[in-house]
């Protein structure tokens, strides 16, 4: 696991490669700050495109806020498990496609797949899961083990950069260690 | 004649059941949501079918033709059909939703997957 500061994580982003799985552990009290950094310089400066998984915000609160810190979401699709907009069928709109409950995992692995299935210039392109700890409010740990050893697998058949996002002190010792044999970095960001 | 007719209803009886099985066994193994549903409606067609199947063995077996079995066995695999056919409406559902590969996605995403 790596230690970085604030200040690194641009340097970070920025040299992250294609097919790399990384996940951040951010500090709650920065979360939305380091959040909304990680996104800029991705979408704004490695003019990467792709797909964001939220279970943490809905799709609403989180377009008005990514819009409050100036991120262009013209190249971002959502992937909505949070809103519970839907009764117990998925809906695709627009710009969201949304899922009944972050428990769905399969139906959200299938969403996944078939979405990754169809991506054209995939080392352009990044999956974002914000966050594991919220998925682990809503799923057993085995459950969302499986699930992530899963997506990651996908991610990285298909060349794919993965970004996870997890709340520092929510996700526990025995899911970091999992987390670890998955990713190619762990980045504790303080 | 009789005999061969015996045989495709013990056929048909053991893969419905196999059927079953594989779907049950499926079933458990995914998370709440709507593909775990479809595999419930398949679950209970191919229960139908397999209630069908053995109606017809035991017709067999027992000579039963033009009794309340027949009726019977055609009820079972009416209901069968009724739950293929949800199983069928829900994964057209999905396809919707899903249906990344479709002319009709949304212009948004279109463009961002194949960018």
Known sequence: MMRISEKDLTRVIKNLK???????IIDAKKYHRLHAKILKILIEQRKFAGIYITVNKPYK?????????????????????ISKMVEDKMKLTEHCLFIPSPSHLTDLGITLT???NVLKNKERKFVIIDSLSTLLVYNDLETVARFMHFIISKLR??????????????????AVNLLIEMCDEIIEVK | MQLEYFTLALGGMII??????????????????????????FIYGALL??????????????????????????IFLYFALIFF?????EIWEISKALGFASKHAPKKLKKILES
């Open chain 1, 18 to 24: 294609p097919n790399r799985i990384v996940l951040f």
């Open chain 1, 61 to 81: 609160s989180l377009i008005k806020y990514l819009e409050e810190n100036k991120i262009n979401t013209n190249n971002i699709f959502f992937i909505d498990a």
């Open chain 2, 16 to 41: 419905a059941f196999a059927s079953t099985y594989f779907l049950a066994t499926s079933n458990t193994n995914f998370t709440k949501g709507q593909l775990k549903k479809i595999t419930s409606y």
């Open chain 2, 85 to 89: 056919l949800l199983a069928s409406y």
């Open chain 1, 157 to 174: 058949v298909f060349g794919l950069v993965g970004i996870l996002i997890s709340i520092e002190k929510q996700i526990d010792e025995k």
């Open chain 1, 114 to 116: 078939e979405a990754i």
């Open chain 2, 49 to 74: 079918f397999y209630a069908m199947m053995t109606t017809q063995f035991i017709i067999e077996i027992f000579n039963l033709y033009g009794t309340f079995f027949e009726i019977l066995k055609f």
